[in-house]
């Protein structure tokens, strides 16, 4: 009855999971630039991953371990990759939203250079 | 288990295996017809990561992780690397629209 | 490998807290304890603590207290509800039809010296509610913000920086 | 254009061919004669779980011997091709990798490397073995270089792992030759129980061989392409 | 069919709940794939790469469930670990640090 | 709902012939090169792709698939063993295709073949 109300649990949280990522999907289609996808992207696939880990964690208790090591190299990695594109998106200048309040970047780099 | 649950999971694995072949050969088609080579040296590392995925739902599992960590990384640098030395011999943005 | 080599790195101490990660990462990925197992890990691990002198794990540069690993909890704690918050204001603003973004960059500054502290924090800024750490420099960290509320430094850096900035300044000091 | 009409025609071609071949493909049902005998011999004969990786170290370890030769030439003569030229046009000093990147690079190649470790030993048990590990340790070597464009690696410590561990896959081929079965059998060292970190025999140390020298030979790879640069 | 399939340990009504959100992570691939091909930036088809390669993981991770074998975790380990390194070779060669 | 093999199949083929007519359409070397690892992991997925059997499992023994059941219950290893291989050697052919590229490069100063015309017959 338990291991049951787990599994149902476990394929609930996998179903959120997969709604967080639908959304990051969406974002990355409607947002206007490159940043403000970017946002979207990692956001959401990383807490949506993590959902999902956990979901298979509760479906299938063995594996555990690893799952928590997979969701701790996401962590890890997907905010790391999203700073470094960032950085190079904004070095080359991309055109950024015409919504787009301030640029303190632009402005420090502008006066050092 | 039950034969609903079994179809289920076999469905599922097909399905996948559909979504990633439809994904692989368009993005071997961005590859070949895109303008830009940096675009196109990221489509094909995306095939080579899609092919992992595929060799995978094929219970290749030691197939999966050389394409896996061959694909993610080493190849698209070597094309990059290359690319960044050459470029200032071809006229080519690094953009394209 | 470092061009400068302080004393207190070449004492070999430093080299414990990124064995103790490699070893427990080592035992969590066999998810066994035996002592084939150990054993092996026990020699990967010098191996590549020898080869990394330089490397880093969350434990380097952390302060061996109690309230530092009370505030390690804290800010594990408060970066898991600021990530699904940050979450559901997204979804808010994708799915709502006029997606109502307010973007811009802006600078904010931080206390914060150690490596590892500056990197959890650019990554947990990354993972909260519209911001995403675009550049660090020096003190200064310039943080994208899909809805701008203040682009005074003083005002960002209380709304953006200072919830973590409290619990990693207790552990990284 | 007559080229590209030759092309289609021949591309139209294959197209058939191939069109035919997905028609009248139906998957087996049956293993076939090799395939049944290592699915029965692996386990009980030489320890090993992992099929795939019992036959490239040790059914066909002989071919895995020449392959990594193979590698080797391929990546000395990328070496060879790559010394000879003369400086390249003076490029802008490529853009130093952001303070972040750095910090992530020190934190994860440690991690990577012992993933890469874990797969390489675990090779006869789980998926992997000397080839992905190898691979994920030349991983670790591209996240250095691209965290540091400028640093320059130590080709000398790269050349003598790759030769060590080449010589010493020689030498243990040979003395599989002499005391077990032949060339490069597994039975030189206890097989084990099935399932145990230390089983399967000889494998697992084939197997650090097999990854100490593919990782060394792509990284031999990248960073002579890399350091192309002021040559 | 001649064998007995491989068996999975997960019940049906779970596993529909579990195809329910495999089709909609499905979804979430369409989309990014359609960001992926529709650029206009290389940086735009950057992000959607990332995003492809993460959404690939929960696609390893719904293959092991179908399948019932935790070897396949392993995959996606290497996936999880290795994955930004593309992103961060583009990324890398778009500032110019190559 | 189709075989995975049979889906897998098609897509390595489509990957082949796209990657023979980018390879023999380019002008750009590089474009060449891609084209042609386009080309090879067609190839390696219809290799494995006929190697596998619907209703089994991959060729790893554990407690999901106990020794004793393994000739009824897992794949083929051979395909498998030999394109892990040819995946290996692929990446050396691509340096070593990159490295005679760039050499070509160095002393030519493009990489048009349509200009490089001294093998031109």
């Known amino acids: ?113 | ?97 | ?173 | 254009m007559i080229r590209r009409a030759l092309v289609l025609v021949l591309l139209a071609v294959l197209g058939a061919l191939f069109a035919a071949l997905w028609l009248g493909f139906t998957p087996a049902e049956e293993l076939g004669l090799t395939g049944r005998y290592y699915a029965e011999h692996t386990a009980p004969d030489l320890g090993a779980a992992n099929l795939v990786t019992a036959i490239i170290v040790t059914y066909r370890g002989l071919d895995t011997l020449g392959e990594v030769t193979v590698l080797f030439l391929s990546a000395a003569i990328v070496g060879l091709v790559l010394a000879g030229g003369r400086p390249a046009a003076r490029r802008k000093p490529p853009v130093p990798a952001g303070e972040l990147l750095a910090t992530g690079s020190r934190l994860l190649v440690p991690l990577i490397l012992l993933l890469g470790a874990y797969v390489i030993v675990n090779g006869h048990l789980t998926p992997g073995g000397g080839f992905q590990g190898g691979a994920i340790l030349a991983s670790g070597t591209l996240l250095l270089l691209l965290a540091e464009p400028l640093k320059r690696f130590s080709h000398g410590l790269i050349t003598r792992i790759e030769s060590l561990s080449g010589a010493t896959f020689v030498a243990l081929g040979l003395l599989g030759l002499v005391f077990a079965g032949g060339f490069l059998d597994n039975r030189l060292l206890p097989v084990g129980t099935l399932g145990e970190l230390f089983s399967a025999g000889l494998m697992p140390v084939i197997s650090v061989l097999i990854g100490l020298k593919v990782g060394a030979e792509f990284s031999s790879m990248l960073a002579s392409l890399s350091e192309t640069e002021d040559s | ?98 | ?121």
């Open chain 6, 1 to 121: 709902m189709p075989e995975v093999a049979h889906i897998a199949l098609a897509t390595g083929f489509a990957l082949v012939l796209i990657g023979f007519y980018g390879a023999l359409t380019q002008r750009n070397l590089l474009r060449i090169i891609v084209a042609f690892t386009l080309a090879t992991t067609g190839v390696n997925v219809v290799i494995v792709a006929i190697g596998h059997m619907s209703g089994r499992t991959a060729p790893i023994l554990d407690a999901a698939v106990p020794a004793a059941e393994a000739v009824s219950r897992v794949i083929d290893p051979l395909p498998q063993a030999l394109v892990l291989t040819a995946i290996v050697i692929g990446v050396g052919i691509t340096a070593l295709m990159l490295a005679y590229a760039y050499r070509l490069f160095e002393t030519r100063g493009t990489l048009d073949i349509a200009r490089l015309t001294e093998l031109k017959w």
């Open chain 1, 1 to 113: 009855m338990i291991a049951a109300l787990l599994d149902l649990l476990g394929a609930l949280l996998l179903l959120v999971g997969s709604v967080f990522m639908l959304l990051g999907g969406l974002g990355l289609v409607r947002m206007p630039d490159v940043f403000n996808r970017i946002q979207a992207g990692t956001k959401t696939t990383t807490l949506g991953t993590l959902l999902t880990l956990s979901g298979v964690g509760l479906l299938q208790p063995d594996w555990a371990l690893k799952l928590l090591l997979i969701g701790l190299f996401i962590l890890f990695t997907n905010p790391l990759s999203a700073q470094v594109l960032a950085r190079a998106a904004h070095r080359i200048g991309l055109r950024k939203t015409p919504l787009t309040r301030v640029d303190r970047l632009a402005e420090d780099t502008g006066e050092d250079a």
């Open chain 3, 1 to 173: 490998m470092g061009s400068v080599t302080t004393l207190h790195e070449l004492s070999g101490l430093t080299m414990v807290p990124l064995l103790a990660i490699l070893l427990l990462f080592w035992v969590a990925l066999n998810a066994s304890l035996s002592w084939q197992v150990l054993s092996v890990g026990i020699t990967v691990s010098l191996l590549i603590g020898w080869l990394f002198r330089r490397g880093l794990s969350p434990l380097t540069e952390l302060r061996a207290t109690p309230a530092s690993y009370r505030a390690g909890l804290g800010f594990v704690w408060h970066f898991l509800r600021e990530l699904v918050r940050s979450n559901l204001n997204l979804a808010r603003v994708v799915l709502s039809p006029d997606l109502p973004v307010n973007p811009g960059i802006v600078k904010v500054r931080t206390r914060l010296q150690s490596p590892m502290g500056r990197l959890l924090l650019a990554n947990a800024i990354t993972l909260t509610p519209g911001t995403l750490t675009v550049e660090l420099q020096d003190e200064w960290l310039y943080v994208h913000w899909v809805q701008v509320e203040s682009a005074d430094i003083d005002a960002a850096t209380a709304r953006i920086v200072a919830g973590f900035e409290r619990y990693l300044e207790v552990m990284y000091g």
């Open chain 2, 1 to 97: 288990m039950s034969s609903l649950g079994m179809d289920l999971a076999s469905n599922l694995t097909s399905g996948l295996a559909l979504l990633l072949g439809l994904a692989m050969v368009l993005a071997a088609l961005v590859a070949i017809l895109v303008r830009s080579t940096p675009i196109a040296i990221l489509s094909a590392g995306l095939v080579s990561l899609f092919a992992s995925v595929l060799f995978l739902i094929l219970a290749a599992p030691d197939v999966a992780m050389t394409e896996a960590a061959i694909g993610s990384g080493l190849t698209t640098f070597l094309f990059f690397f290359v690319l960044a030395r050459v470029r200032g011999g071809e006229s080519e943005a690094s953009d394209d629209d």
């Open chain 5, 1 to 98: 069919m001649v064998d007995v399939p491989v068996v999975t340990s997960v019940a049906a009504p779970v596993m529909l709940l579990v195809s329910l959100a495999a089709i909609l992570a499905g979804v979430a691939f369409l989309l990014a794939l359609w960001r992926f091909l529709q650029g206009p930036t290389a940086a735009d088809r950057v992000v959607a790469f990332d995003v492809l390669t993460i959404v690939s993981i929960t696609g390893i991770l719904l293959t092991a469930l179908a399948e019932g074998r935790g070897i396949y975790l392993d995959v996606a380990l290497i996936y999880g670990l290795l994955s930004f390194l593309g992103v961060i070779v583009v990324a890398r060669h778009l500032e110019g640090g190559l």
